[in-house]
Each structure stands twice: as C-alpha cells, then as structure tokens.
C-alpha cells in the first residue's frame, strides 16, 4: 500500500473536477496539452503547490514570490500579473465550487515549440498556464504512523548547473531517489549534498532534533521550502534554538526525533532512517510541539 507524505484520502469528487488550460475549464477527462509543449518536451516550465483551507489560499505572497523568483531564474516572462494569475486561480476554484480542503497544483511551461528541441527560440506560443484543483485532505494515519527514509546515492545538485531551490519540471533525479528508497523498503528518500551532508528528501525537508535543538540543512541544497521556512520560523518565535547547519548521516543517526515538511503534510514524523529507529528519548516530543505551532500559523494567517 502507498504510504508517505502526500497521502491523501480517496475523494470521489475528483472526478468531476473542472481543470484551467489558459483560463479555459475543462472536465478532468478532456483536460490535454500539446505533445509539443515544452514541460513535457524538455522539461521546460516551473510549478507551485497552494492549498485552500476555509476559503483562504494559505501563504499566497510566499508561494507567488517564490513562482515569481523561480520564473526569473529560468527567464520565462509571464504575461500576466500576480494579481491576474490570482485571480485565474480563484476563477478555476468558483467553477468548481470549492472552499475548503483543495490542493492546487498550477503550472506553467514555455509554451508550445514549433518541433522539438530545446531552443527557446522555437516556441510559438506565449506560456501555457495549468490549474488543476483537487480536493485532498492529508491522511492522518501518516502523521501517526510516521515515514521512514533510506538514504540514496543520488545527489542534490550543485547551484552552478540546477539550483536545487528552482521549483522545475525537472524532477527526475528526485524520482530516481525515491524510487531506491521504494525498492529497498522504505517510504521515501534522504538525499545528501555534493559534499556529503544532509540536504532535504526527494520531495519535503528534512529537519532533526538532537538534546531539544533543531537542526536542519544550510538551506544552500534544499527545496526553497515554504513550510520549513515557517518552521524556522515558529522556533524562533517560540524560543527554540534551530540551527541551519551542516550535518551529517554520523549526526542523523544518534537523533533524537527527525521529521520532513512540506506545504500538504506540514510536519510529519521520520520513525527510521537507513535502518536505524528514530526514538523520541525526550520528556516530550519536540515534532508535537512544532507540528502544533505549525498549525496555529496557519489558522492566524487564514483569518488575516
């Protein structure tokens, strides 16, 4: 059975969602692109993940500035404003009368190439924009059994080639990661810098606690992530010393407790990494305190 992170519960009403081509809706079974699109060309197209949680959309100006950052590093101009691309997103959720418990998945490539190739130049269209809302709500079961992490031999790349911050298209190594933890038995993957110490996971952030301290990575090889950012955050605010620190595997190994985060499953708890139990060998569990910290960030920011 599929266990990890981005567990969801099964919602039938999925099936009759409305998907955004461009600012046109279509059902989810007549939603299609281009073969000649350069997202799935070259992997040539950037994405951000928002989630709607009692009619609000949660961290909206830190998702945007980030969709915004990642376009400039790519030199993909948009022809739309935030306040219009907002307001795409807001017109696909109406459609779909949606308010509550929905993941947004928005994306948008180059555009279309006049043949295949991976020369900007020969795109013939402006930049095509997809909006597919779902109804997902994280399956709780997963924060309380936890995920375990196999530590795979493929790298976060250097910044001088693929800034591992850049929110791309460009995926595969991370698929190629998870798929080692997945055939040795494992949830998901822990992946290690180009030096050797311990960057992010295949898909969320990694963060350890170690004598009531948080650790996590310099941030210099990990996903430019919103929710570990809040994280950093909610300790400081809260007094709890976190550090942005190089480790390695040598410090993972003897932690205390270890969790990932991400903008769907917020915080959820590591239980075994590489074979070895995580166990919380605290009074109380620091993973508790910020998953619940986490949580009321997020009710303040939707009342805004």
């Not at 809706?25 to 000649?36: D, H, M, Y």
């Not at 909206?60 to 915004?68: A, I």
């Not at 007094?239 to 190089?246: E, R, V």
Request: aromatic share 8%; proline share 3%; with cysteine.
């Amino acid at each position: 059975m599929l266990h990890g992170t981005h567990n969801a519960i099964d919602d039938p009403r999925n099936e009759e969602i409305l998907i955004s081509i461009n600012g046109e809706l279509f059902k989810r079974n007549e939603a299609k692109i281009s073969v000649f699109d350069s997202g799935y060309l070259v992997g040539d197209g950037i994405w951000e993940g928002f989630r709607l949680k009692k009619g609000s959309l949660v961290f909206l100006k830190e998702h945007l500035d980030r969709l915004w950052q990642s376009a400039k590093a790519v030199h993909l101009i948009f022809p739309f404003t935030k306040e219009e691309l907002v307001a795409m997103i807001w017109k696909t959720l109406d459609a779909n009368g949606m308010k509550d418990g929905v993941h947004i998945r928005l994306m948008i490539t180059r555009g279309i190439k006049k043949t295949p190739s991976q020369d900007p130049r020969l795109t013939i269209s402006g930049p095509n924009v997809v909006i597919i809302p779902e109804y997902k709500k994280a399956d709780e079961s997963t924060k309380k059994k936890g995920i375990t992490l196999f530590t795979s031999s493929v790298r976060r790349g250097s910044p001088d080639y693929l800034d591992p911050r850049l929110n791309c298209h460009s995926k595969l190594h991370e698929v190629q990661a998870l798929i080692q933890a997945i055939e040795a038995g494992y949830d998901e993957a822990l992946m290690l810098d180009i030096h050797g110490f311990v960057s992010t996971c295949n898909a969320t952030n990694f963060f350890m606690v170690k004598n009531n301290e948080v650790w996590t990575s310099t941030g210099a090889y990990c996903m430019n992530g919103i929710t570990r950012s809040n994280i950093i955050k909610v300790c400081q605010e809260n007094n709890i010393p976190c550090h942005q620190k190089n480790f390695s595997l040598f410090d993972v190994y003897d932690a205390d407790e270890a969790f990932v985060t991400g903008s769907f499953g917020g915080v959820t708890p590591v239980t075994k990494i590489d074979g070895r139990l995580i166990e919380n060998r605290q009074d109380s569990s620091m993973t508790q305190q910020l998953s619940e910290l986490y949580d009321q960030l997020v009710s303040k920011e939707i009342s805004k």
